[in-house]
Structures are given as structure tokens and as C-alpha cells.
Nanobody, 122 residues
Framework: QVQLVESGGGLVQAGGSLRLPCAAS????????MGWFRQAPGKEREFVAA????????YYANSVKGRFTISRDNAKNKMYLQMNSLKPEDTAVYYC???????????????WGQGTQVTVSS
């Protein structure tokens, strides 16, 4: 079992940067594959980035590739999403998630945080 709490969201101008931490409780964090998802108003939740349990593998949605970086520190039970060159279309609630599979599918993740709002102004 793992509980997840995101933070770091806020209002930023286009072209700016934000770093989203995801803090995990429980001793099993290092056994989970992790992901970041986002959901804009009126839209379905979509995949942003994933990282394997060891951190050796990462995968990104095409829309964020080259701008966002996912990382994790298993010793600190934390995962991060570094977001650079932000665009207004990145505006959404961002969620961290944990699951048994290294996956882009929402349904493959069994544990979710409460989300943090990111708003990018033009």
C-alpha cells in the first residue's frame, strides 16, 4: 500500500518552469512503477510520463517530450516532474500514480494522489 501527495502546482507564464514533487508514504514505494497524468476541464485524464521502479526506464507523451523530465528518489520516497517551456495547453490538474506495470494506461495504476493544479497563462 502507498499513499501519494502531489505539490508544487501554481500559476506560471508561458515559457516558464515548475517542478512537481510527489511524496509517497509506505515502505513499498521502490517496488512501484510510477506515472504522471493530467486532466484539463472537460477532458479525459491523459498520460504525461512514466518511470520504472528502479528509475532506469522513462517514457513520455509526445506532447511533453523534450520539455518535461520525470525522475524519482527511492531513498526519499519521492518522484518529480520537472516542467520547462510551459504552454497554455499544459494547464490541467496533475496527478501522480503508482502501479505494478510500467504503463501509459490510466487503468494500470492502482494508487493515485489528490492532484495539484497547474495553470499556464499566455
Amino acid at each position: 500500500q502507498v499513499q501519494l501527495v502531489e505539490s508544487g502546482g501554481g500559476l506560471v507564464q508561458a515559457g516558464g518552469s515548475l517542478r512537481l514533487p510527489c511524496a509517497a508514504s509506505g515502505r513499498t514505494f521502490s517496488s512501484f512503477n510510477m506515472g504522471w497524468f493530467r486532466q484539463a476541464p472537460g477532458k479525459e485524464r491523459e498520460f504525461v510520463a512514466a518511470i520504472s521502479w528502479s528509475g532506469s526506464s522513462t517514457y513520455y507523451a509526445n506532447s511533453v517530450k523534450g520539455r518535461f523530465t520525470i525522475s524519482r528518489d527511492n531513498a526519499k520516497n519521492k518522484m518529480y516532474l520537472q516542467m520547462n517551456s510551459l504552454k497554455p495547453e499544459d494547464t490541467a490538474v496533475y496527478y501522480c500514480a503508482a502501479g505494478s506495470f510500467f504503463s501509459t494506461a490510466v487503468g494500470d495504476y492502482t494508487h493515485w494522489g489528490q492532484g495539484t493544479q497547474v495553470t499556464v497563462s499566455s
